[in-house]
Antibody
Framework: QVQLQESGPGLVKPSETLSLMCSVS????????WSWIRQAPGKGLEWIGY???????NYNPSLKSRVTISLDTSKNQFSLKVSSVTAADTAMYYC?????????WGQGTLVTVSS | DIQMTQSPSSLSASVGDRVTITCRAS??????LNWYQQKPGKAPKLLIY???SLQSGVPSRFSGSGSGTDFTLTITTLQPEDFATYCC?????????FGQGTKLEIK
């Protein structure tokens, strides 16, 4: 059974960089597409971007200048970095597998941007 | 970006009812439409992919239909565990976008 687990700081200061890791177990990261999605409190889901199994990326233009998604096949992990964060980046962040349908998700990690 | 609009935004129903949720895309997305169920505090769960294909392990009371711009999710014989929020997602073109969600509540 494939499992995904997000990890990273729950509190980030404004203007700093949010960094999250997604660890994949029960399957290889060297296939499929791997996405990040976020959900602000009380709001809908927002697709951030994905990396494929060889590290090719595709980002949401609304965040593109601030987002980096990277793949580490040696550790079966992929990561998310969002730079210059503001309060608007406060959200539950999920990692997920698949394209087009996202069939496996992590449980999510809440990131709050506050000084 | 392709806008996804769901209706209704909320719905009250009883156990045993049949319900239908609609999702409309702002432009054609062929059959690149997925449906998710989300319960409070939990990650979304994939129910339907490619408009009408049932994800493995999902009960057959869930079904999806449509193509182009108009899609529906139908739940026949509602069960207590089906009360949740449902949202659609287009995967026709990036940025992938989601509907705003339909909250299904117990009447």
């Amino acid at each position: 059974q494939v499992q995904l687990q997000e990890s990273g700081p729950g509190l980030v200061k404004p203007s700093e960089t949010l960094s999250l890791m997604c660890s994949v177990s029960g399957g290889s990261i060297s296939s499929y597409y791997w996405s990040w999605i976020r959900q602000a409190p009380g709001k809908g889901l927002e697709w951030i971007g994905y990396t494929d199994y060889i590290g090719r990326t595709n980002y949401n233009p609304s965040l593109k200048s601030r987002v980096t998604i990277s793949l580490d096949t040696s550790k079966n992990q992929f990561s998310l970095k969002v730079s210059s964060v503001t309060a608007a980046d406060t959200a539950m962040y999920y990692c997920a597998r698949g394209d087009p349908g996202l069939d496996y998700w992590g449980q999510g990690t809440l990131v709050t941007v506050s000084s | 970006d392709i806008q996804m609009t769901q209706s209704p935004s909320s719905l009250s129903a009883s156990v045993g009812d049949r319900v239908t949720i609609t999702c409309r895309a702002s432009q054609t997305i062929n059959s690149y439409l997925n449906w998710y169920q989300q319960k409070p505090g939990k990650a979304p769960k994939l129910l339907i992919y490619a408009a009408s294909s049932l994800q493995s392990g999902v009960p057959s009371r869930f079904s999806g239909s449509g193509s182009g711009t108009d899609f529906t999710l139908t739940i026949t014989t509602l069960q207590p565990e089906d009360f949740a929020t449902y949202c659609c997602q287009q995967s026709y073109s990036t940025p992938y976008t989601f509907g705003q969600g339909t909250k299904l509540e117990i009447k």
